[in-house]
């Protein structure tokens, strides 16, 4: 009577299911299926009924067969297979082993994954048709705070205004700082959503105990230490809006399935609820991590990163877009200033040090140095003495070329910086540095390029030093 119902209970669960399930014996044989799901593989149910994987294999139906690499490897295996019916299918298999270590049962999971490929191609053919037209682009363009002008941020700021009104996800990648989170706001304030909640959750701030409650939401009295009235999830939140998961990577392995769940069938269950509610979102994500890698570490499941990666974006580092560098200094500390009602400046060497600084931090570290300078600072003017000792010594040493030799042919050169303090001695450097300069390079663009400053900041030192030669 017991087996009677386990087999019952299996055949609904096989029956019942989204994905195709089939089970085989230790020769590959089927012995279970859901029959409606075959269908993406070109084939009848009278045609695999008691046939062996390998038989199909051979018959190219499987391409290849998941059982068969489960039991050659003896081991969790998950690929993807291309099927005679042009469909993109992702399956899954796994080993059940005997006491003995061999293995009885192969259990697989296939799941039809040709609507999102088609997405990606219809986005790649798309952005291969927009590269054939010249347009005509503003050199600086401001969108809700994102200040560029470098052709790879131009880029991405186009390709986020073509797909704004559209529910593809947007996977946002890139360095700690360089920017995601504001254009993911970007991403929604351009939607039809724009006037709904944007939920943003950094996964890496929630411990994994709590994430399910966190994201999910419960009913009053579901466990100890729940509110009376329960707690809306923050994915209910997002209804209708966008829910922007920052550092999706640290998202637990747990949380991982249930989020793909459901992005695929649009509904959810409070912890401790009975009835599973419908909910419609734009889901944009953000890591600073190599999700492909973590997928071949087995730290982030194959199926959750092919739902998120339907439209990549990689914002590159600050240090790649130095053009850019002078427009977020200027923005910042007009920003600043208002904020916190001063009138600070930079000396024109401070500006040229910002400029030449590497920034490891990206965008996020300009701004927060900018903030604590203009609050730090008791003169109205920004001197290089004001910044960080670390940054003086790492910026002086980025910026001289190796055609200028800083030093001395004996010790009686240095004698030149004696009585001086720390401000008249770096501009005495400038000074040295500038006109032994001038005379290996022929314009003031090239003096710019070797130093890593602005040209015009070059013409206007060079008119200072060589005055007062």
Excluded at 203 to 209: A, D, N, R
Aim: one cysteine or more; a negative charge.
């Amino acid at each position: 009577m017991e087996d009677s119902l386990a087999n019952k209970i299996l055949n609904s669960i096989i029956e019942t299911s989204n994905n195709n399930i089939t089970i085989a014996d230790a020769n590959g044989m089927i012995l279970e299926t859901n029959a409606e799901h075959w269908s993406v593989y070109g084939i009848e149910t009278d045609e695999y009924k008691g046939k062996s994987v390998y038989q199909l294999e051979k018959e190219a139906v499987l391409t290849p067969s998941i059982t068969a690499l489960v039991l050659r490897e003896k081991k969790t295996v998950q690929i993807m297979q291309h099927t005679q019916t042009g469909k993109i299918i992702m399956t899954q298999g796994y080993p059940i082993f005997a006491d003995d270590g061999s293995i009885i049962r192969v259990i697989s999971y296939a799941q039809d994954q040709t609507e999102i490929r088609n997405l990606q191609e219809q986005y790649e053919k798309l952005e291969r048709k927009l590269q054939g037209y010249q347009t005509e682009v503003e050199e600086l363009r401001r969108k809700e705070g994102i200040y560029y002008r470098s052709k790879e941020m131009q880029q991405i700021g186009n390709t986020i205004h073509r797909v704004a009104d559209s529910d593809a996800t947007v996977l946002l990648l890139g360095e700690s700082g360089v920017g995601k989170s504001m254009f993911a706001h970007e991403l929604h304030n351009q939607s039809q959503r724009s006037k709904e909640p944007f939920i943003e959750v950094n996964c890496s701030t929630i411990p994994e105990s709590l994430f399910e409650s966190e994201m999910f939401g419960y009913e009053a009295g579901s466990f100890t230490g729940a509110t009376k009235k329960g707690k809306q999830g923050l994915i209910e939140q997002a209804h209708n809006g966008t829910l922007f998961l920052d550092e999706i990577g640290e998202l637990p392995l747990s949380m991982q399935v249930k989020l793909l769940k459901v992005l695929q069938e649009k509904k959810f269950m409070r912890i401790g609820g009975k009835k599973e509610q419908h909910v419609d979102f734009r889901l944009v994500t953000a890591t600073n991590q190599n999700l492909e890698e973590m997928v071949e570490k087995g730290k982030f499941r194959l199926d959750l990163y092919y739902r998120l990666n339907v439209i990549p974006l990689h914002i590159p580092p600050l240090r790649e877009r130095k053009e850019e560098i002078p427009i977020l200094i200027n923005h910042y500390v007009d920003a600043m200033n208002e904020k916190y009602k001063t009138s600070k400046k930079l000396h024109a060497t401070t500006y040229d040090f910002l400029i030449a600084y590497r920034w490891p931090g990206n965008v996020r570290e300009l701004e927060n140095l900018i903030e604590r300078l203009i609050l730090t600072t008791e003169a109205a003017t920004i001197l290089p003495t004001d910044l960080p000792a670390f940054f003086q010594g790492e910026t002086i040493e980025s910026t001289v070329p190796s055609f200028v030799s800083i030093q001395a042919e004996n010790e009686k050169d240095f004698t030149i910086f004696d009585g001086l303090d720390l401000k008249a001695a770096l501009e005495e450097l400038e000074k040295r540095l500038l006109l032994k300069a001038s005379q290996h390079c022929k314009s003031t663009y090239e003096i710019a390029k070797h130093l890593g400053i602005s040209q015009p900041s070059v013409v206007r030192k060079l008119k200072k030093y060589q005055t007062e030669k």
